[in-house]
């Protein structure tokens, strides 16, 4: 994640900064909002085929520059768009006092944060909190930011920090699952 975002869940806000994570499980009133001029996350949405709903209430979009947002260009919230695809999604919306100020809770990251035992628990990881386990022939510091007991053994995320090996080799190996992986950083 680049730039800085406010995640309330089950009306607790907490500021995400970069590498900070959320987890928010199913039916859990959550909702977000940037901070920064621009932000940049990645989402992970289950089950698969939610992203229709972001697809329903939003327009093709092709910028003209390589340049996300013009600074001076305001973003109007889909209202209708968004109140036609809440029903067919399982979405309720509920109403917030958004001129009321926020008072996230600053000093969040200081805490010693870990996953919780359950899959019906929010939670958030401050960035490098959790737990971290060294994988010797991957060369890989290895930390999980969900595994199968935070979500009801639907999929599992780690965060995975690798150095170049001296020689240039490479691991191979196969699953019978799925796997994602998204370049935050290097090459």
Same mark, same amino acid.
């Given at each position: 994640?680049?730039?800085?975002?406010?995640?309330?869940? @089950?009306?607790?806000?907490?500021?995400?900064?970069?590498?900070?994570?959320?987890?928010?499980?199913?039916?859990?009133?959550?909702?977000?909002?940037?901070?920064?001029?621009?932000?940049?996350?990645?989402?992970?949405?289950?089950?698969?085929?939610? @992203? @229709?709903?972001?697809?329903?209430?939003?327009?093709?979009?092709?910028?003209?520059?390589?340049?996300?947002?013009?600074?001076? #260009?305001?973003?109007?919230?889909?209202?209708?768009?968004?109140?036609?695809?809440?029903?067919?999604?399982?979405?309720? #919306?509920?109403?917030?006092?958004?001129?009321?100020?926020?008072?996230?809770?600053?000093?969040?990251?200081?805490?010693?944060?870990?996953?919780?035992?359950?899959?019906?628990?929010?939670?958030?990881?401050?960035?490098?909190?959790?737990?971290?386990?060294?994988?010797?022939?991957?060369?890989?510091?290895?930390?999980?930011?969900?595994?199968?007991?935070?979500? @009801?053994?639907?999929?599992?995320?780690?965060?995975?920090?690798?150095?170049?090996?001296?020689?240039?080799?490479?691991?191979?190996?196969?699953?019978?699952?799925?796997?994602?992986?998204?370049?935050?950083?290097?090459?």
């Amino acid at each position: 994640m680049t730039g800085l975002m406010t995640v309330w869940a @089950d009306g607790v806000p907490k500021d995400l900064g970069e590498g900070d994570f959320a987890m928010v499980p199913a039916y859990h009133n959550h909702t977000y909002q940037f901070i920064a001029q621009e932000t940049e996350f990645l989402g992970l949405v289950q089950p698969a085929g939610f @992203d @229709d709903f972001f697809a329903n209430v939003s327009n093709p979009w092709a910028p003209k520059y390589n340049v996300p947002f013009p600074p001076d #260009q305001g973003i109007a919230f889909p209202g209708q768009k968004f109140q036609a695809a809440v029903k067919a999604y399982d979405i309720n #919306q509920i109403s917030a006092n958004w001129s009321e100020p926020v008072i996230s809770q600053h000093g969040w990251h200081s805490g010693n944060v870990s996953l919780p035992n359950d899959s019906k628990t929010p939670y958030f990881l401050p960035n490098g909190a959790g737990p971290h386990y060294w994988h010797e022939a991957a060369g890989a510091v290895i930390s999980p930011l969900a595994t199968p007991v935070q979500t @009801d053994g639907n999929f599992t995320i780690a965060h995975v920090t690798l150095r170049k090996s001296q020689n240039n080799s490479t691991s191979t190996w196969t699953s019978a699952d799925h796997q994602f992986l998204y370049g935050m950083r290097g090459e």
